[in-house]
């Protein structure tokens, strides 16, 4: 976007006038016109979107389905959000300064972000996300089994020790899934 107008005046100088918030044109030549508005309105909200990923950092993508399914959950937070902003509307569509019927932008976005969830979930469905996840908290859990039976075998516990190790363990799990305090945990 320009500091300043980007059109040429007819003395053949640059327009010295602001433009419109997103456009890059003043009101005098052409930013108000529905269709720089809407252009304008639609770099406003890219923009926006660059500055949160902008924060935001990169990590290796997990099991596809599993990303999968937070992108589902992602994409149906953002139609419902837009569905407030629709239903916030006095109706789907406006007059323009020309007199011709417009649809606005929500309307617009909120209908592809139906598109995109109706997408997602298909695919969801198609792959079977709940059986992934099992499947995957499977796996976690025989990584566990596996880590504490290395942790019991490394310290050569006693007999008595060792039949006493299921009941330790029932005791600490029921005490984590209470909920720890972050104070409550050892330092890294």
Not at 132 to 160: K, M
Request: charged share 30%; net charge positive.
């Amino acid at each position: 976007m320009k500091d300043r107008c980007n059109a040429r005046t007819r003395s053949g100088g640059n327009c010295r006038r602001w433009p419109l918030a997103g456009g890059t044109r003043c009101k005098l030549h052409g930013g108000a016109s529905p269709r720089a508005k809407a252009a304008a309105q639609r770099r406003l909200v890219e923009a926006d979107a660059r500055a949160a990923l902008a924060h935001e950092g990169l990590r290796p993508l997990g099991d596809p389905i599993i990303e999968l399914g937070k992108l589902a959950t992602e994409v149906s937070a953002m139609k419902d959000a837009l569905a407030a902003r629709v239903n916030a509307l006095d109706g789907p569509t406006f007059t323009d300064a020309f007199g011709s019927e417009q649809v606005h932008a929500e309307v617009r976005l909120y209908s592809d972000a139906l598109d995109r969830t109706i997408k997602v979930l298909d695919l969801l469905g198609k792959h079977d996300l709940d059986a992934r996840l099992v499947r995957v908290q499977e796996d976690q859990g025989r990584l566990f089994q596996y880590l504490v039976a290395g942790v019991v075998s490394e310290l050569a516990l006693t007999p008595e020790q060792t039949a006493f190790v299921p009941e330790v363990m029932t005791k600490w799990l029921r005490k984590t899934a209470e909920g720890v305090r972050s104070n409550e945990l050892p330092a890294a």
